[in-house]
């Protein structure tokens, strides 16, 4: 039986909840489950509990091993539907991925993040705006708002207008949003080549190249010529971050791989370091993914 709305405050207040939410609610999609998760909203959006602190009192990081994922995933389930101020919920995602470290899970809170600012697209606004004055926990969740509002104009502003790690955020939120036309397409590209054409470091070029390459991947309006025209400026002269991208390509983007751009890419593969093991796994799994073509 799902708990009732008092026994979720029962738990709640004695310290429990985290704890059911890895051991009874966990990785479940039961009728019973989606219940309990309404419970919570709305327990948690009428005041009556506030579920960030168990976040930012600890209780939910604190539990070992597979509980932590398992509670984790269930608040995660939440979180889209929880009022709160941007900077409490942002905090709160930075403090998850945190505790989820290099696992795969550790994404989750990000992508439930990106969620929430879609769900009421005034509060992406509100971490875009805070992400302009420099606030640094909006700079780091920056890309998800504007993965949020899917305004590709104010995104590629964003590109041009800063340097730092906004740039990063807007250049990765490029790769993401969707390029419904072939204007789209050519406005995205159009600014990746005067960004090339500018004194940008490897950081840039790397992230530039990831963006393009997912771009060619979900796009359907873009030429070879273009494409082609982009991806050999991208790798002319590529650092070990550019490199590295070229190599997770192979694998990650192969519906982007025509026999021009893997050319392109294996040649900027050419300067790749033997020590940087990491490139070379990458490449590992692009060189699978070229033998089965």
Same mark, same amino acid.
């Given at each position: 039986?799902?708990?009732?709305?008092?026994?979720?405050?029962?738990?709640?207040?004695?310290?429990?909840?985290?704890?059911?939410?890895?051991?009874?609610?966990?990785?479940?999609?039961?009728?019973?489950?989606?219940?309990?998760?309404?419970?919570?909203?709305?327990?948690?959006?009428? /005041?009556?509990?506030?579920?960030?602190?168990?976040?930012?009192?600890?209780?939910?990081?604190?539990?070992?091993?597979?509980?932590?994922?398992?509670?984790?995933?269930?608040?995660?389930?939440?979180?889209?539907?929880?009022?709160?101020?941007?900077?409490?919920?942002?905090?709160?995602?930075? =403090?998850?991925v945190t505790r989820g470290g290099q696992d795969g899970a550790a994404n989750e809170p990000n992508a439930a993040f990106r969620k929430w600012c879609a769900n009421i697209p005034l509060r992406a606004h509100e971490?875009?705006?805070?992400?302009?004055?420099?606030?640094?926990?909006a700079i780091q969740h920056l890309v998800f708002a504007l993965e949020a509002i899917k305004n590709l104009s104010e995104t590629r502003g964003m590109a041009i207008e800063y340097e730092d790690n906004r740039r990063?955020?807007?250049?990765?939120?490029?790769?993401?949003?969707?390029?419904? =036309?072939?204007?789209?397409?050519?406005?995205?590209?159009?600014?990746?080549?005067?960004?090339?054409?500018?004194?940008?470091?490897?950081?840039?070029?790397?992230?530039?190249?990831?963006?393009?390459?997912?771009?060619?991947?979900? /796009?359907?309006?873009?030429?070879?010529?273009?494409?082609?025209?982009?991806?050999?400026?991208?790798?002319?002269?590529?650092?070990?971050?550019?490199?590295?991208?070229?190599?997770?390509?192979?694998?990650?983007?192969?519906?982007?791989?025509?026999?021009?751009?893997?050319?392109?890419?294996?040649?900027?593969?050419?300067?790749?370091?033997?020590? =940087? =093991?990491?490139?070379?796994?990458?490449?590992?799994?692009?060189?699978?993914?070229?033998?089965?073509?």
């Amino acid at each position: 039986m799902a708990p009732t709305s008092t026994e979720l405050v029962t738990l709640f207040e004695c310290g429990e909840l985290a704890s059911q939410m890895a051991q009874r609610f966990g990785m479940g999609r039961s009728e019973e489950t989606r219940l309990v998760e309404e419970r919570c909203i709305t327990l948690h959006n009428s /005041g009556t509990i506030d579920l960030l602190t168990l976040v930012e009192k600890r209780s939910l990081q604190a539990l070992l091993g597979t509980d932590f994922f398992m509670a984790s995933h269930f608040f995660c389930r939440l979180l889209p539907e929880l009022d709160a101020a941007p900077e409490r919920m942002m905090s709160c995602v930075d =403090n998850l991925v945190t505790r989820g470290g290099q696992d795969g899970a550790a994404n989750e809170p990000n992508a439930a993040f990106r969620k929430w600012c879609a769900n009421i697209p005034l509060r992406a606004h509100e971490v875009i705006a805070s992400a302009r004055g420099g606030n640094e926990l909006a700079i780091q969740h920056l890309v998800f708002a504007l993965e949020a509002i899917k305004n590709l104009s104010e995104t590629r502003g964003m590109a041009i207008e800063y340097e730092d790690n906004r740039r990063l955020a807007a250049i990765a939120a490029l790769g993401r949003i969707e390029h419904q =036309n072939s204007e789209n397409c050519c406005a995205t590209f159009a600014l990746f080549h005067t960004l090339l054409d500018s004194k940008i470091g490897d950081a840039v070029r790397a992230s530039l190249l990831h963006a393009t390459m997912e771009i060619l991947t979900h /796009g359907h309006h873009i030429s070879s010529a273009e494409a082609n025209s982009l991806v050999s400026r991208l790798v002319i002269e590529p650092g070990p971050l550019t490199i590295h991208q070229c190599a997770r390509a192979l694998w990650s983007c192969r519906q982007a791989l025509t026999q021009k751009i893997v050319y392109f890419l294996m040649s900027a593969l050419g300067q790749l370091d033997s020590a =940087n =093991n990491g490139t070379i796994e990458e490449l590992d799994l692009g060189l699978q993914v070229l033998l089965e073509l």
